[in-house]
């Protein structure tokens, strides 16, 4: 049964859209320029202050920052901290200790530790790649 309150609760897409580039170290002038001439910083940044964003414009930003849409259309901050805080947290609400992990806790981490490496790789890769984009406009 969903929540009613989850039903009426509206997902805030600009700010999700400025979560997910500042997460990725994107400046808006740089998110600007790869969404083409007719865009700049202070348009980016209305557009980061609008609650719902236009289908086409959303899957651009998406395809631009390599995040799948539905991430951004459905991201709610306030539902991802109380799953942390309630998962994490030695006092947070339903939190419980499971003696016997169907996991062996070093794989977890191990796995953990391959996840970050690839998304640093990945992030080391679009930095580059924002890099050469930059240095060729600078040319031009």
């Known amino acids: ?22 997460m990725l ?27 719902t964003v236009e289908h086409d414009i959303l899957a651009q930003v998406a ?10 259309e459905n991201f709610d ?3 991802a ?3 942390i805080a309630n998962t ?9 200790r499971n003696e016997n992990p169907i996991f062996h806790p070093i794989d977890k981490l191990m796995q953990l530790h ?3 490496i ?4 990945r992030m080391l890769k679009e930095k580059d790649e924002m890099m050469e984009r930059l240095e060729k406009l600078i040319v031009k």
């Open 118 to 121: 690839a998304l640093y790789e």
């Open 81 to 83: 901290v109380n799953v």
């Open 25 to 51: 170290g994107i400046k808006q002038e740089a998110l600007a320029f790869e969404l083409g001439d007719d865009w700049n910083q202070k348009k980016i940044s209305l557009l980061e202050q609008k609650e």
């Open 63 to 72: 395809k631009i920052l390599k995040v799948p849409a539905e991430a951004i």
């Open 88 to 96: 994490f947290g030695d006092n947070g609400i339903g939190y419980q």
């Open 114 to 116: 391959e996840e970050k």
């Open 1 to 22: 049964m969903i929540d009613t309150d989850m039903q009426n609760k509206k997902i805030h897409q600009g700010r999700n859209i400025k979560r997910f580039r500042e």
């Open 77 to 79: 901050e306030e539902q």
